[in-house]
């Protein structure tokens, strides 16, 4: 057989392979995307809107399978939290690096807040009184939370602590960008899990105004 030929079959077959693997991606990957408003808090004028598709990390399939082994485990939640950040020390905050799927928490959080709204939604983006597979996640802000630079946020379940002010970093040499595996004695049942990360141009929340987030996930 000619080198061309060979080179061609391993092309035909290689293209087949990534083929499969997207359509996969499509139609069974966990998907995100965040809405944000930004707004004043005195007349409810709208100051930003943004709509980013943010990035499912490694984690998220651990958690996503020790909810379906066992849903009664003490302690343990699905999407639970959203926590914002200002970012690593040297970020470009109107150009952050793109988050990779290797995040386990924020670089720099500011402030978390427990989500006062969940709804399933249809194919429209309207929300429905029956399961889809759509799930909207939405918390607001208020006028004197997380005030500052905001560059990164993630959304948090697993062993998660329902009290806001306690927070349970992943620490190092796990995180919170580290491609290391957990091993036994230091796995995810020890600390909150970050399912979903996102980094952005800089959203400056002055402490006049309130910031309305919605966080998207379609399975």
């Known amino acids: 057989m000619k080198l061309q030929d060979i080179l061609r079959r391993a092309t035909s077959t290689f293209r087949a392979q990534m083929e499969h693997l997207l359509r996969e991606d499509m139609h069974g990957a966990l998907k995100g995307e965040v809405f944000m408003v930004l ?9 930003d809107r943004r709509h980013i598709k943010n990035l499912v990390v490694r984690d998220a399939s651990i958690l996503v399978a020790r909810l379906l082994k066992d849903n009664q485990e003490v302690g343990l939640r699905s ?41 399933f939604v249809d194919p429209g983006g309207l929300p429905v009184g029956y399961p889809t597979n759509v799930v909207d996640y939405t918390t607001t802000f ?19 602590s329902t009290n806001m002010s306690i927070r349970n970093p992943v620490p190092t ?26 980094t952005f141009p800089v ?17």
């Not at 707004?39 to 100051?47: I, M, N, Y």
């Not at 006028?143 to 062993?159: D, F, H, K, Q, R």
């Not at 959203?203 to 399975?219: E, M």
């Open 39 to 47: 707004k004043d808090g005195a007349t409810g004028r709208e100051q």
């Open 79 to 119: 999407a639970f939290v959203l926590a914002v950040g200002t970012g690593d020390t040297g970020w470009d905050p109107m150009n952050p690096p793109a988050p990779t799927d290797t995040q386990r928490a924020l670089y720099s959080e500011l402030t978390r807040k427990r989500f006062f709204q969940t709804d």
């Open 142 to 160: 208020s006028t004197s939370e997380a005030v500052g630079p905001l560059v990164e946020m993630a959304l948090l379940g697993g062993n998660i």
């Open 173 to 198: 040499p796990y995180g919170p960008n580290s491609s290391l595996a957990y091993d036994a004695a230091h796995n995810l049942t020890m600390w909150e899990t970050e399912l979903n990360y996102l």
């Open 203 to 219: 959203v400056n929340k002055p402490a006049t105004s309130t910031l309305t987030i919605t966080w998207r996930l379609t399975t």
